[in-house]
């Protein structure tokens, strides 16, 4: 049945205003996680946002002997000694440039803490979860292992690292 | 029959005093209640002595010392050792010139972080001081392999 002239103009708003609810609740409903971005070897990788709990500068960063290479040493944080990795090292990617701005994101994963060095972080943000997919078949055999997906952002491929497969490496070593 | 529960207290321990020297750069203490004494390379009986180099000490390989004053550091043998060292020669840790020994507060010292203790408690680190020129790391002389395996009678280093 057709609306009613008179009242048209009232239906229209009012299935503007419906259209705007849905928008809403589709915002809403669409499931978002924090990611962190930064770039190690001349690539974008990220870690969950829930896996990083500071980012820092590097600092002094006191070596101790005996350790494998990929441990740094660790360093002073508020009175708390943490321990540093060497990302690029631990994971076999190739080295930065020893003068590019380097920092450390304080990880946290299944009890392990540590810091991890990274070149820098790029970026802190929210992205749909649908928009991490599986990573691709033909990533590096050497990090393979450690990737949980891959994303976009800001036009270029960011590769979803896994914390905790990291660490259970750490532990385990 | 009443009987008399002897109660034996232990004082907590309120702070370390540590011998710092540096090793590639890095400052690493000694506790000076694992020491017998130290004193100039030139002064030791390398006869009567079990020396060993710091770094061979951490199993760092050997390292030509140019330090023109080295020292020797004597360990103090543990009770129940007997003679102390290799075939009752004293076991000495040559060093280069110590940089300071500091009283560090218990409260001061921090446990290695878990993704390093593994690594660090086999070469015989147990801890982190913190200083206000930074950090030192601490080994106990009796957990370091090398020094276990002299003390056991193992291959002499060094001589």
């Known amino acids: ?173 | 029959m009443e009987s008399t529960a002897v109660l034996e207290l232990k004082r907590p321990i309120k702070s370390i005093r540590l011998l710092v020297f540096r090793m590639d750069g890095t400052a690493i203490g000694f506790d000076t209640d694992q020491m017998e004494g130290m004193t100039d390379f030139g002064r030791v009986d390398v006869h009567e002595s079990c020396l060993v180099t710091i770094n061979e000490l951490f199993g760092m390989g050997e390292e030509s010392y140019n330090c023109s004053t080295p020292k020797v550091v004597f360990v103090k043998p543990l009770p129940g050792d007997g003679q102390s060292g290799v075939s009752g020669k004293r076991i000495g840790i040559v060093v280069e010139t110590p940089e300071d020994i500091v009283d560090v507060p218990v409260e001061n010292i921090r446990p290695l972080p878990p993704v390093v203790r593994k690594h660090a408690h086999a070469t015989g680190f147990w801890g982190a001081a913190l200083l206000n020129n930074g950090m030192v790391f601490i080994a106990d002389i009796y957990k370091i392999p090398i020094y276990r395996a002299l003390r056991g009678g193992g291959a002499l280093v060094g001589n």
């Open chain 1, 1 to 173: 049945m057709d609306v009613p002239v008179e009242s048209k103009s009232d239906e229209v708003l009012a299935q503007i205003s419906q259209r705007a609810d849905d928008a809403q609740i589709v915002d809403v409903e669409e499931e978002k996680t924090q990611i962190i971005v930064f770039t190690i070897g001349g690539g974008v990788y990220a870690i969950p946002g829930s896996d990083a709990k500071e980012v820092l500068e590097p600092g002094k960063i006191t070596r101790i002997p005996g350790c494998p290479e990929y441990l740094l040493g660790v360093i002073n944080v508020r009175g708390d000694v943490e321990s540093v990795i060497d990302l690029a090292r631990f994971l076999g990617l190739p080295q930065g440039k020893e003068t590019a701005k380097k920092q450390v994101i304080i990880a946290e994963k299944n009890g392990v803490r540590s810091g991890l060095v990274v070149g820098s972080v790029e970026d802190v943000v929210d992205v749909p979860v649908r928009a991490i997919q599986p990573s691709l078949s033909t990533l590096d055999e050497r990090i393979k292992h450690y990737v949980s997906g891959e994303t976009e952002h800001g036009g270029k491929s960011v590769t979803m690292l896994d914390v905790g497969k990291m660490f259970e490496r750490l532990a385990a070593e």
